[in-house]
Protein backbone atom coordinates (compact mmCIF):
# COMPACT_ATOMS: atom_id res chain seq x y z
CA UNK A 1 0.00 0.00 0.00
CA UNK A 2 1.07 3.78 -1.09
CA UNK A 3 2.50 5.86 1.69
CA UNK A 4 -0.11 9.04 1.87
CA UNK A 5 2.34 10.90 4.25
CA UNK A 6 6.05 10.22 4.26
CA UNK A 7 8.33 11.84 6.71
CA UNK A 8 11.64 11.60 7.01
CA UNK A 9 14.51 12.49 9.47
CA UNK A 10 12.16 15.29 11.28
CA UNK A 11 13.72 17.05 14.15
CA UNK A 12 12.26 19.95 16.06
CA UNK A 13 14.32 21.96 18.40
CA UNK A 14 12.09 24.69 20.13
CA UNK A 15 13.71 28.25 20.94
CA UNK A 16 14.66 27.29 24.27
CA UNK A 17 16.74 24.36 22.62
CA UNK A 18 14.09 21.54 24.44
CA UNK A 19 14.20 18.83 21.21
CA UNK A 20 10.72 17.70 21.24
CA UNK A 21 11.45 15.56 17.79
CA UNK A 22 14.84 13.28 17.23
CA UNK A 23 15.07 12.15 13.86
CA UNK A 24 11.36 10.55 12.96
CA UNK A 25 11.20 8.63 9.90
CA UNK A 26 7.52 7.87 8.94
CA UNK A 27 5.29 6.86 6.68
CA UNK A 28 1.29 6.67 6.97
CA UNK A 29 -0.33 4.06 4.27
CA UNK A 30 -3.41 5.40 2.01
CA UNK A 31 -6.44 4.51 3.45
CA UNK A 32 -5.70 3.05 7.29
CA UNK A 33 -6.39 4.16 10.77
CA UNK A 34 -3.11 5.13 12.42
CA UNK A 35 -2.98 5.15 16.16
CA UNK A 36 0.24 7.18 17.45
CA UNK A 37 0.76 6.82 21.12
CA UNK A 38 3.02 8.04 23.80
CA UNK A 39 2.71 9.30 27.19
CA UNK A 40 2.35 13.68 27.58
CA UNK A 41 5.10 15.42 26.26
CA UNK A 42 6.33 12.46 24.50
CA UNK A 43 5.89 14.78 20.78
CA UNK A 44 2.37 13.64 19.45
CA UNK A 45 1.17 16.96 19.28
CA UNK A 46 4.25 18.88 18.23
CA UNK A 47 4.60 16.15 14.68
CA UNK A 48 0.74 16.44 14.15
CA UNK A 49 0.98 20.18 14.08
CA UNK A 50 4.41 20.09 11.90
CA UNK A 51 2.67 18.28 9.50
CA UNK A 52 -0.36 20.22 9.26
CA UNK A 53 1.89 24.03 8.99
CA UNK A 54 1.34 24.71 12.43
CA UNK A 55 4.54 24.62 13.65
CA UNK A 56 8.18 25.02 11.52
CA UNK A 57 10.45 22.30 11.78
CA UNK A 58 13.65 22.06 12.24
CA UNK A 59 14.92 20.00 9.72
CA UNK A 60 13.62 17.17 7.78
CA UNK A 61 11.08 16.96 4.77
CA UNK A 62 7.32 15.74 5.12
CA UNK A 63 5.09 15.16 1.89
CA UNK A 64 1.33 14.37 1.96
CA UNK A 65 -0.19 13.05 -1.19
CA UNK A 66 3.04 13.13 -3.16
CA UNK A 67 3.40 17.51 -1.92
CA UNK A 68 6.24 18.67 -0.28
CA UNK A 69 4.37 20.15 3.06
CA UNK A 70 6.35 23.42 2.75
CA UNK A 71 7.09 23.69 -1.00
CA UNK A 72 4.36 22.67 -2.29
CA UNK A 73 2.16 23.89 0.87
CA UNK A 74 -1.40 24.50 -0.74
CA UNK A 75 -1.67 21.29 -2.78
CA UNK A 76 -0.27 19.05 0.85
CA UNK A 77 -2.51 21.30 3.34
CA UNK A 78 -5.59 21.14 0.74
CA UNK A 79 -5.35 17.39 1.54
CA UNK A 80 -5.40 17.51 5.64
CA UNK A 81 -8.29 17.86 8.16
CA UNK A 82 -7.41 18.64 11.70
CA UNK A 83 -9.08 18.19 15.00
CA UNK A 84 -6.76 19.74 17.61
CA UNK A 85 -6.89 18.65 20.79
CA UNK A 86 -7.73 21.50 22.48
CA UNK A 87 -11.28 22.78 22.28
CA UNK A 88 -10.86 25.88 20.20
CA UNK A 89 -13.79 27.61 18.32
CA UNK A 90 -15.19 31.25 18.17
CA UNK A 91 -17.81 30.80 20.59
CA UNK A 92 -19.94 34.29 18.90
CA UNK A 93 -20.32 32.04 16.12
CA UNK A 94 -23.07 30.03 15.12
CA UNK A 95 -22.14 26.44 14.08
CA UNK A 96 -22.99 26.60 10.36
CA UNK A 97 -21.36 30.27 9.83
CA UNK A 98 -18.09 28.48 11.47
CA UNK A 99 -18.29 25.36 9.10
CA UNK A 100 -18.41 27.37 6.31
CA UNK A 101 -15.90 29.20 6.90
CA UNK A 102 -13.53 26.58 7.39
CA UNK A 103 -14.65 25.40 3.76
CA UNK A 104 -14.19 28.58 2.62
CA UNK A 105 -10.23 28.54 3.90
CA UNK A 106 -9.49 25.54 2.59
CA UNK A 107 -10.13 26.76 -0.86
CA UNK A 108 -13.42 25.36 -1.89
CA UNK A 109 -16.97 26.78 -3.22
CA UNK A 110 -19.63 26.71 -1.39
CA UNK A 111 -21.62 23.42 -1.41
CA UNK A 112 -24.46 23.89 1.30
CA UNK A 113 -25.78 20.06 0.68
CA UNK A 114 -22.19 18.69 1.63
CA UNK A 115 -22.46 21.09 4.70
CA UNK A 116 -26.00 19.53 5.74
CA UNK A 117 -24.83 16.35 5.54
CA UNK A 118 -21.84 16.43 7.65
CA UNK A 119 -23.87 18.15 10.55
CA UNK A 120 -26.73 15.45 10.07
CA UNK A 121 -23.86 13.21 10.26
CA UNK A 122 -22.41 14.19 13.30
CA UNK A 123 -26.30 15.57 14.89
CA UNK A 124 -25.48 18.64 14.76
CA UNK A 125 -28.14 19.96 12.12
CA UNK A 126 -30.48 20.90 15.06
CA UNK A 127 -28.13 22.87 15.76
CA UNK A 128 -27.06 24.50 12.98
CA UNK A 129 -27.73 28.50 13.53
CA UNK A 130 -26.68 28.23 17.68
CA UNK A 131 -24.05 30.02 18.59
CA UNK A 132 -21.40 27.75 19.78
CA UNK A 133 -20.50 29.22 22.65
CA UNK A 134 -24.22 27.54 24.24
CA UNK A 135 -23.44 24.01 22.94
CA UNK A 136 -21.89 21.82 25.61
CA UNK A 137 -18.01 20.15 25.06
CA UNK A 138 -19.05 16.76 23.66
CA UNK A 139 -21.15 18.83 20.63
CA UNK A 140 -18.23 21.52 20.42
CA UNK A 141 -16.17 18.62 19.65
CA UNK A 142 -18.03 17.64 16.83
CA UNK A 143 -18.15 21.31 15.65
CA UNK A 144 -14.46 20.88 15.48
CA UNK A 145 -14.60 17.68 13.50
CA UNK A 146 -17.27 19.10 10.95
CA UNK A 147 -14.64 22.01 10.40
CA UNK A 148 -12.22 19.60 9.55
CA UNK A 149 -14.48 17.31 7.13
CA UNK A 150 -15.62 20.74 5.85
CA UNK A 151 -13.10 20.64 2.96
CA UNK A 152 -13.72 17.00 2.47
CA UNK A 153 -9.95 16.19 3.40
CA UNK A 154 -8.43 12.87 2.27
CA UNK A 155 -6.16 12.84 5.22
CA UNK A 156 -7.60 13.42 8.55
CA UNK A 157 -5.71 14.43 12.00
CA UNK A 158 -7.49 13.51 14.89
CA UNK A 159 -5.54 14.66 18.46
CA UNK A 160 -7.10 12.98 21.22
CA UNK A 161 -10.14 13.07 19.70
CA UNK A 162 -12.08 11.62 21.95
CA UNK A 163 -10.92 13.32 25.33
CA UNK A 164 -13.27 14.24 27.65
CA UNK A 165 -16.15 13.01 26.29
CA UNK A 166 -19.04 10.52 27.28
CA UNK A 167 -19.03 7.04 26.20
CA UNK A 168 -21.74 7.29 24.07
CA UNK A 169 -20.30 10.63 21.54
CA UNK A 170 -17.06 7.76 22.02
CA UNK A 171 -19.22 5.20 20.37
CA UNK A 172 -20.45 7.72 17.76
CA UNK A 173 -17.11 9.19 16.57
CA UNK A 174 -15.35 5.22 16.66
CA UNK A 175 -18.68 5.15 14.40
CA UNK A 176 -18.19 7.96 12.12
CA UNK A 177 -14.18 7.38 12.01
CA UNK A 178 -15.11 3.74 10.33
CA UNK A 179 -17.01 5.36 7.96
CA UNK A 180 -14.66 7.72 7.22
CA UNK A 181 -11.98 4.81 6.42
CA UNK A 182 -14.38 3.21 4.16
CA UNK A 183 -15.02 6.09 2.34
CA UNK A 184 -10.71 6.07 1.56
CA UNK A 185 -9.90 8.63 4.13
CA UNK A 186 -6.73 7.83 5.94
CA UNK A 187 -7.00 8.80 9.38
CA UNK A 188 -4.23 9.37 12.35
CA UNK A 189 -5.03 9.69 15.42
CA UNK A 190 -3.53 10.59 18.79
CA UNK A 191 -4.83 9.08 21.87
CA UNK A 192 -4.52 8.44 25.81
CA UNK A 193 -7.35 5.95 25.19
CA UNK A 194 -5.38 2.55 24.66
CA UNK A 195 -8.62 0.93 24.07
CA UNK A 196 -9.38 3.13 21.18
CA UNK A 197 -6.31 2.48 19.32
CA UNK A 198 -6.97 -1.13 20.18
CA UNK A 199 -10.22 -0.91 18.75
CA UNK A 200 -9.86 1.26 16.00
CA UNK A 201 -6.81 1.01 13.93
CA UNK A 202 -4.99 -0.71 11.56
CA UNK A 203 -1.34 -0.17 12.61
CA UNK A 204 0.30 1.21 15.49
CA UNK A 205 3.03 4.03 16.00
CA UNK A 206 4.63 4.47 19.55
CA UNK A 207 6.51 7.73 20.28
CA UNK A 208 7.89 8.54 23.09
CA UNK A 209 10.64 11.09 24.70
CA UNK A 210 10.76 12.75 20.77
CA UNK A 211 11.11 9.26 18.74
CA UNK A 212 9.20 6.60 17.70
CA UNK A 213 10.18 3.71 19.47
CA UNK A 214 7.86 1.09 17.30
CA UNK A 215 5.13 0.88 14.27
CA UNK A 216 3.65 -2.21 13.64
CA UNK A 217 0.56 -3.79 12.70
CA UNK A 218 -1.72 -3.94 15.23
CA UNK A 219 -2.43 -7.28 15.35
CA UNK A 220 1.34 -8.79 14.36
CA UNK A 221 2.18 -6.46 17.61
CA UNK A 222 -0.34 -8.11 19.99
CA UNK A 223 0.69 -11.30 18.67
CA UNK A 224 4.40 -10.10 18.75
CA UNK A 225 4.61 -9.04 22.02
CA UNK A 226 1.34 -10.46 23.35
CA UNK A 227 1.96 -12.79 25.98
CA UNK A 228 -0.60 -14.44 28.36
CA UNK A 229 -1.36 -14.88 32.16
CA UNK A 230 -2.79 -18.06 33.46
CA UNK A 231 -4.39 -17.70 36.72
CA UNK A 232 -4.91 -20.68 38.89
CA UNK A 233 -7.09 -19.94 41.85
CA UNK A 234 -5.49 -22.62 45.02
CA UNK A 235 -7.74 -24.65 46.97
CA UNK A 236 -5.38 -24.24 50.11
CA UNK A 237 -3.23 -20.93 50.01
CA UNK A 238 0.78 -20.53 49.74
CA UNK A 239 3.05 -18.71 51.99
CA UNK A 240 6.12 -19.33 49.12
CA UNK A 241 6.63 -21.15 46.00
CA UNK A 242 8.12 -24.66 46.19
CA UNK A 243 12.12 -25.11 45.59
CA UNK A 244 11.36 -26.83 42.23
CA UNK A 245 8.12 -25.12 41.25
CA UNK A 246 11.14 -21.35 41.07
CA UNK A 247 12.66 -22.09 37.84
CA UNK A 248 9.43 -21.24 36.17
CA UNK A 249 7.98 -17.84 35.57
CA UNK A 250 5.21 -18.08 38.14
CA UNK A 251 4.20 -15.62 41.02
CA UNK A 252 1.62 -15.50 43.83
CA UNK A 253 -1.17 -13.06 44.14
CA UNK A 254 -4.35 -12.40 46.28
CA UNK A 255 -2.33 -13.83 49.67
CA UNK A 256 -1.15 -17.09 48.30
CA UNK A 257 -4.09 -17.79 46.94
CA UNK A 258 -3.30 -17.19 43.71
CA UNK A 259 -0.77 -18.95 41.31
CA UNK A 260 0.04 -16.53 38.01
CA UNK A 261 1.67 -18.23 35.32
CA UNK A 262 2.91 -16.25 32.24
CA UNK A 263 3.88 -17.40 28.99
CA UNK A 264 4.77 -16.52 25.65
CA UNK A 265 1.93 -17.27 22.97
CA UNK A 266 4.59 -17.37 20.34
CA UNK A 267 6.96 -19.89 21.84
CA UNK A 268 6.91 -23.50 20.77
CA UNK A 269 5.89 -25.01 23.51
CA UNK A 270 4.06 -22.80 26.39
CA UNK A 271 5.35 -24.57 29.61
CA UNK A 272 1.71 -25.27 30.44
CA UNK A 273 1.61 -28.93 30.56
CA UNK A 274 4.62 -29.78 32.71
CA UNK A 275 3.51 -27.41 35.01
CA UNK A 276 0.18 -29.12 35.68
CA UNK A 277 2.77 -32.53 36.35
CA UNK A 278 4.71 -30.57 38.25
CA UNK A 279 1.59 -28.80 40.53
CA UNK A 280 0.18 -32.32 40.64
CA UNK A 281 3.33 -33.96 41.88
CA UNK A 282 3.49 -31.36 44.90
CA UNK A 283 -0.18 -32.15 45.64
CA UNK A 284 -1.36 -28.50 44.87
CA UNK A 285 -4.58 -28.40 44.75
CA UNK A 286 -6.83 -25.87 42.32
CA UNK A 287 -10.66 -25.11 41.90
CA UNK A 288 -10.59 -22.67 39.15
CA UNK A 289 -8.45 -21.23 36.30
CA UNK A 290 -8.44 -18.50 33.75
CA UNK A 291 -5.98 -17.18 30.94
CA UNK A 292 -5.68 -13.82 29.80
CA UNK A 293 -3.81 -11.89 26.63
CA UNK A 294 -1.74 -8.96 27.05
CA UNK A 295 -3.51 -5.77 26.11
CA UNK A 296 -2.31 -3.31 24.08
CA UNK A 297 -1.75 -0.88 27.21
CA UNK A 298 0.65 -3.56 28.91
CA UNK A 299 2.64 -3.83 25.88
CA UNK A 300 2.40 -0.22 25.77
CA UNK A 301 3.22 0.57 29.18
CA UNK A 302 6.89 -1.66 28.64
CA UNK A 303 7.84 -0.07 25.60
CA UNK A 304 7.67 3.41 27.42
CA UNK A 305 9.03 2.48 30.42
CA UNK A 306 11.71 0.62 28.50
CA UNK A 307 12.74 3.11 26.85
CA UNK A 308 15.78 4.80 28.30
CA UNK A 309 16.27 9.16 27.69
CA UNK A 310 16.30 10.60 24.84
CA UNK A 311 19.84 10.91 23.17
CA UNK A 312 21.59 7.92 25.32
CA UNK A 313 20.63 5.97 22.55
CA UNK A 314 20.62 5.30 18.88
CA UNK A 315 17.34 6.45 17.08
CA UNK A 316 15.26 3.94 16.83
CA UNK A 317 13.67 4.36 12.90
CA UNK A 318 11.03 2.25 12.05
CA UNK A 319 10.27 2.82 8.26
CA UNK A 320 7.41 0.45 7.10
CA UNK B 1 -4.26 32.57 -5.28
CA UNK B 2 -6.91 31.20 -2.66
CA UNK B 3 -9.84 33.53 -3.36
CA UNK B 4 -12.25 31.46 -1.15
CA UNK B 5 -10.34 31.45 1.47
CA UNK B 6 -9.72 35.36 1.14
CA UNK B 7 -13.49 36.05 0.36
CA UNK B 8 -13.95 33.84 4.12
CA UNK B 9 -11.92 35.39 5.91
CA UNK B 10 -13.08 38.83 4.80
CA UNK B 11 -16.97 38.10 5.23
CA UNK B 12 -16.25 36.54 8.35
CA UNK B 13 -14.55 39.96 9.90
CA UNK B 14 -17.43 41.81 8.46
CA UNK B 15 -19.82 39.61 9.91
CA UNK B 16 -18.37 40.13 13.01
CA UNK B 17 -18.95 44.07 12.49
CA UNK B 18 -22.99 43.57 11.98
CA UNK B 19 -22.74 41.36 15.25
CA UNK B 20 -21.14 43.96 17.34
CA UNK B 21 -23.02 47.03 15.22
CA UNK B 22 -23.06 49.03 18.22
CA UNK B 23 -19.44 48.39 19.51
CA UNK B 24 -18.40 49.09 15.63
CA UNK B 25 -20.48 51.66 13.86
CA UNK B 26 -23.54 53.33 16.19
CA UNK B 27 -20.47 54.52 19.00
CA UNK B 28 -17.76 55.75 16.67
CA UNK B 29 -20.61 57.88 15.36
CA UNK B 30 -22.38 58.83 18.40
CA UNK B 31 -18.85 60.27 20.14
CA UNK B 32 -18.04 61.83 16.87
CA UNK B 33 -21.25 63.58 17.19
CA UNK B 34 -20.96 64.74 20.05
CA UNK B 35 -17.38 65.95 18.54
CA UNK B 36 -19.94 68.12 16.50
CA UNK B 37 -22.01 69.50 19.04
CA UNK B 38 -19.15 70.26 21.19
CA UNK B 39 -16.63 71.62 19.35
CA UNK B 40 -18.78 72.20 16.00
CA UNK B 41 -21.84 73.78 17.41
CA UNK B 42 -21.56 75.21 21.35
CA UNK B 43 -18.10 76.43 21.07
CA UNK B 44 -17.07 76.47 17.12
CA UNK B 45 -19.87 79.17 16.79
CA UNK B 46 -18.28 81.39 19.12
CA UNK B 47 -14.56 80.84 17.50
CA UNK B 48 -13.46 82.99 14.15
CA UNK B 49 -12.69 81.09 10.59
CA UNK B 50 -9.40 79.26 10.40
CA UNK B 51 -8.04 79.39 6.91
CA UNK B 52 -11.61 80.94 5.90
CA UNK B 53 -13.43 78.01 7.02
CA UNK B 54 -15.96 78.16 9.93
CA UNK B 55 -14.56 76.47 13.01
CA UNK B 56 -17.58 73.25 12.60
CA UNK B 57 -16.21 72.70 8.79
CA UNK B 58 -12.55 72.66 10.14
CA UNK B 59 -13.01 70.06 12.47
CA UNK B 60 -14.69 67.58 10.20
CA UNK B 61 -11.73 66.28 8.26
CA UNK B 62 -9.65 65.79 11.64
CA UNK B 63 -12.76 64.40 13.79
CA UNK B 64 -12.68 61.50 10.30
CA UNK B 65 -9.50 60.69 10.98
CA UNK B 66 -9.40 60.53 14.14
CA UNK B 67 -12.59 57.68 13.93
CA UNK B 68 -10.59 56.60 10.75
CA UNK B 69 -7.19 55.76 12.90
CA UNK B 70 -8.67 54.49 16.01
CA UNK B 71 -11.02 52.17 13.86
CA UNK B 72 -8.55 50.72 11.48
CA UNK B 73 -5.89 50.04 14.43
CA UNK B 74 -9.08 48.06 16.59
CA UNK B 75 -10.61 46.56 13.68
CA UNK B 76 -7.26 45.06 12.54
CA UNK B 77 -5.74 44.10 15.53
CA UNK B 78 -8.30 42.96 16.82
CA UNK B 79 -9.29 40.60 14.19
CA UNK B 80 -6.04 38.94 14.50
CA UNK B 81 -5.55 38.90 17.69
CA UNK B 82 -9.01 36.94 18.86
CA UNK B 83 -8.08 33.77 17.02
CA UNK B 84 -4.67 33.54 18.68
CA UNK B 85 -6.62 34.39 21.98
CA UNK B 86 -9.02 31.77 21.31
CA UNK B 87 -6.91 29.36 19.52
CA UNK B 88 -8.53 28.89 16.27
CA UNK B 89 -5.46 30.26 14.52
CA UNK B 90 -4.63 26.73 13.89
CA UNK B 91 -7.17 26.44 11.59
CA UNK B 92 -5.69 29.85 9.23
CA UNK B 93 -2.14 28.68 9.39
CA UNK B 94 -3.30 24.93 8.57
CA UNK B 95 -4.90 26.09 5.59
CA UNK B 96 -3.90 26.30 1.88
CA UNK B 97 -3.51 30.29 2.55
CA UNK B 98 -0.56 32.32 1.80
CA UNK B 99 0.63 34.69 4.31
CA UNK B 100 -0.08 37.78 1.63
CA UNK B 101 -4.11 36.11 1.56
CA UNK B 102 -4.42 36.39 4.83
CA UNK B 103 -3.10 39.85 5.05
CA UNK B 104 -5.56 41.05 2.36
CA UNK B 105 -8.57 38.95 4.18
CA UNK B 106 -8.00 40.64 7.63
CA UNK B 107 -6.86 44.15 6.79
CA UNK B 108 -8.77 44.67 3.42
CA UNK B 109 -12.02 43.71 6.19
CA UNK B 110 -10.41 46.22 8.93
CA UNK B 111 -10.12 49.23 6.12
CA UNK B 112 -13.28 48.44 4.17
CA UNK B 113 -15.11 49.08 7.90
CA UNK B 114 -13.32 51.72 8.36
CA UNK B 115 -13.74 53.40 5.12
CA UNK B 116 -18.00 52.80 5.49
CA UNK B 117 -17.36 53.87 9.18
CA UNK B 118 -15.61 57.32 7.69
CA UNK B 119 -18.64 57.58 5.31
CA UNK B 120 -21.06 57.35 8.01
CA UNK B 121 -18.98 60.48 9.88
CA UNK B 122 -19.00 62.55 6.71
CA UNK B 123 -22.69 61.68 6.39
CA UNK B 124 -23.37 62.39 10.00
CA UNK B 125 -21.26 65.94 9.81
CA UNK B 126 -23.79 67.26 7.15
CA UNK B 127 -26.87 67.16 10.08
CA UNK B 128 -24.63 69.76 12.28
CA UNK B 129 -22.44 72.18 9.63
CA UNK B 130 -21.88 72.86 5.78
CA UNK B 131 -18.81 71.65 4.17
CA UNK B 132 -18.17 71.07 0.64
CA UNK B 133 -15.34 68.60 -0.91
CA UNK B 134 -12.70 70.38 -3.24
CA UNK B 135 -10.98 66.83 -4.24
CA UNK B 136 -13.19 64.39 -4.17
CA UNK B 137 -11.58 61.92 -5.69
CA UNK B 138 -8.42 62.81 -3.49
CA UNK B 139 -10.70 62.89 -0.39
CA UNK B 140 -11.13 59.10 -1.45
CA UNK B 141 -7.86 58.24 -2.04
CA UNK B 142 -6.24 59.73 1.02
CA UNK B 143 -9.68 57.85 3.12
CA UNK B 144 -8.30 54.63 1.69
CA UNK B 145 -4.71 54.45 2.09
CA UNK B 146 -4.91 55.87 5.27
CA UNK B 147 -7.61 53.23 6.37
CA UNK B 148 -5.54 50.51 4.60
CA UNK B 149 -1.88 52.16 6.32
CA UNK B 150 -3.28 52.13 10.12
CA UNK B 151 -4.95 48.89 9.35
CA UNK B 152 -1.80 47.48 8.60
CA UNK B 153 -0.34 49.18 11.58
CA UNK B 154 -3.37 47.29 13.60
CA UNK B 155 -2.36 44.00 12.14
CA UNK B 156 1.19 43.89 13.81
CA UNK B 157 -0.21 45.00 17.02
CA UNK B 158 -2.78 42.37 16.88
CA UNK B 159 0.52 39.36 16.22
CA UNK B 160 2.66 41.32 18.93
CA UNK B 161 -0.02 41.62 21.32
CA UNK B 162 -0.08 38.78 23.75
CA UNK B 163 -3.10 40.19 25.90
CA UNK B 164 -6.19 42.87 25.38
CA UNK B 165 -4.05 44.68 27.41
CA UNK B 166 -1.08 45.16 24.74
CA UNK B 167 -3.98 45.14 22.27
CA UNK B 168 -5.09 48.88 24.31
CA UNK B 169 -1.87 50.62 25.08
CA UNK B 170 -0.55 51.34 21.88
CA UNK B 171 -3.95 52.67 20.23
CA UNK B 172 -4.75 54.49 23.73
CA UNK B 173 -1.11 55.84 24.60
CA UNK B 174 0.18 56.60 21.74
CA UNK B 175 -2.44 57.33 18.24
CA UNK B 176 -5.09 58.82 20.12
CA UNK B 177 -2.27 61.17 21.85
CA UNK B 178 -0.65 62.16 18.59
CA UNK B 179 -4.54 62.00 16.62
CA UNK B 180 -5.06 64.80 18.87
CA UNK B 181 -1.96 66.85 18.74
CA UNK B 182 -1.77 66.25 14.92
CA UNK B 183 -4.21 69.27 14.22
CA UNK B 184 -7.84 67.72 14.42
CA UNK B 185 -9.10 70.78 15.90
CA UNK B 186 -6.52 73.74 14.86
CA UNK B 187 -4.10 74.41 12.36
CA UNK B 188 -0.34 74.11 13.37
CA UNK B 189 -0.12 77.46 12.20
CA UNK B 190 -1.61 78.41 14.87
CA UNK B 191 1.28 77.02 17.17
CA UNK B 192 4.25 79.00 18.34
CA UNK B 193 7.46 78.51 16.12
CA UNK B 194 9.12 75.55 18.17
CA UNK B 195 5.99 73.52 18.59
CA UNK B 196 5.46 73.88 14.74
CA UNK B 197 8.54 72.56 14.18
CA UNK B 198 8.49 69.88 16.89
CA UNK B 199 4.55 68.76 15.68
CA UNK B 200 5.94 67.85 12.83
CA UNK B 201 7.43 64.78 13.91
CA UNK B 202 4.24 63.46 14.48
CA UNK B 203 2.89 60.89 10.93
CA UNK B 204 -0.41 62.28 12.02
CA UNK B 205 0.14 65.73 11.37
CA UNK B 206 0.76 64.95 7.41
CA UNK B 207 -2.73 62.75 7.24
CA UNK B 208 -4.93 65.47 8.92
CA UNK B 209 -3.17 68.24 6.79
CA UNK B 210 -3.69 66.42 2.90
CA UNK B 211 -7.16 65.02 4.12
CA UNK B 212 -8.52 68.73 5.28
CA UNK B 213 -6.50 69.99 1.63
CA UNK B 214 -8.56 67.62 0.02
CA UNK B 215 -11.46 69.46 1.14
CA UNK B 216 -10.42 72.50 1.56
CA UNK B 217 -7.63 73.22 -0.60
CA UNK B 218 -5.89 74.55 2.54
CA UNK B 219 -3.47 72.13 4.22
CA UNK B 220 -0.44 72.98 6.78
CA UNK B 221 2.05 71.33 5.21
CA UNK B 222 2.55 70.43 1.36
CA UNK B 223 -0.05 67.38 -0.20
CA UNK B 224 3.08 66.05 -1.97
CA UNK B 225 4.89 65.54 1.27
CA UNK B 226 2.03 64.16 3.04
CA UNK B 227 1.30 61.45 0.75
CA UNK B 228 4.83 60.59 0.54
CA UNK B 229 4.87 60.41 4.33
CA UNK B 230 1.11 58.26 4.25
CA UNK B 231 3.52 55.95 1.62
CA UNK B 232 6.43 56.14 3.77
CA UNK B 233 4.40 54.76 6.87
CA UNK B 234 2.66 51.90 4.64
CA UNK B 235 5.69 50.52 3.58
CA UNK B 236 7.57 50.36 7.24
CA UNK B 237 4.46 48.32 8.10
CA UNK B 238 4.83 46.18 4.95
CA UNK B 239 8.78 45.33 5.65
CA UNK B 240 7.42 44.73 9.26
CA UNK B 241 4.75 42.24 8.38
CA UNK B 242 6.83 40.88 5.93
CA UNK B 243 9.27 39.89 8.74
CA UNK B 244 6.49 38.87 10.75
CA UNK B 245 5.81 36.27 7.99
CA UNK B 246 9.16 34.94 7.11
CA UNK B 247 9.94 34.51 11.00
CA UNK B 248 6.64 33.20 11.83
CA UNK B 249 7.47 36.18 14.67
CA UNK B 250 4.05 34.69 17.44
CA UNK B 251 2.28 33.10 14.96
CA UNK B 252 4.59 29.49 14.66
CA UNK B 253 7.15 28.75 16.90
Redesign the interface.
Known amino acids: MSAIISVSNLNKI??GGFRALNNISLDIRRGEIFALLGPNGAGKTTLISII?????PSSGTISADGHDIVRD??????K?G?V?Q?L?????ESVM?TV??????????PNPAYIEQILRQLSLWDKKDSRIMSLSGGMKRRVMIA?ALSHEPEILFLDEPTAGVDVELRRDMWDMVRGLRQRGVTIILTTHYIEEAEEMADRIGVINKGEIVLVEDKRVLMDKLGQKQLRLQLQKPLAVLPQELQAYPLSLGNEGMELIYHFDTQSEHTGIADLFRRLDEHGIDYKDLQSRQRSLEDIFVSLVSAQPPAGAQQATEVRS | MNIHAIRAIYLFELGRTWRTLMQSIASPVISTSLYFVVFGSAIGSRMVEIDGVSYGAFIIPGLIMLALLTESISNASFGIYFPKYNGTIYEILSAPISMPEILLGYVGAAASKSVILGGIILITARLFVDYHIAHPVWMVTFLVLTAVTFSLFGFIIGIWADGFEKLQIIPMLIVTPLTFLGGSFYSITMLPPLWQTITLANPVVYLISAFRWSFYDVADVNVGVSVAMILLFMVICLALIAWIFRTGYRLKS
Open positions: YACGIVNYRAARSILPECTDGFAKFSRGLFGKPK
